[in-house]
């Protein structure tokens, strides 16, 4: 991205990135890049703007200029998410976080101004959890199961998608697409069945 813009003429464009931070735990919305002894934790509010999408309420925007800038703030981040040890993983992510790039390019369209914005929705998904295998009671349990729901919320969706997309893109009135079913889902709205391009990377933890 910035190499793009190290190659471009400045002086008919001008650039603005913002990222933002945030995890899904238990179902709530937390601000990782919110200042650790902040009051609001998990309480961050789900709205949903006409044409915007889905957004979190009150969710903290940083502005950057390069790359550094944004690995640092992505660093500060992960050392807030909640995470607990299990008998499969001494330091298990308890929580999904989505890491959003918010890219602006401002010019001039035939003298008037122009500005054309995209988003990009980098997504780390817990595992899903099997709680005789974790060895998860309490609160470790509660965890798992909302991260199995949302991961099934978000199984849903995708099949949901690729059912209507073998419509030829006509929506059928009898498809129902369960975005509002998961937190996760319903702020992954416009990632997963808008304008937009979704890529998944899976890792496989293989025993000997």
Partial sequence: LYERIGKED?????YKTEVSYMEIYNERVRDLLR???????????????????PYVESLTKHLVSDYNAIFELMELGNTHRVTAATKMNDVSSRSHAIFT???????FDS???SETASRINLVDLAGSERAAATGATGERLKEGGNINRSLVTLGNVISALAKMSMQHGTRDKKTFIPYRDSVLTWLLKESLGGNAKTIMVASELLKV
């Fill in 10 to 14: 400045a002086s008919h464009c001008s």
């Fill in 35 to 53: 200042p650790a002894s902040s009051k609001q934790l998990h309480n961050l509010r789900v709205r949903e703007h006409p044409t915007e999408g």
């Fill in 101 to 107: 790039i918010n890219f602006t390019q401002a010019t």
């Fill in 111 to 113: 003298n008037l101004p």
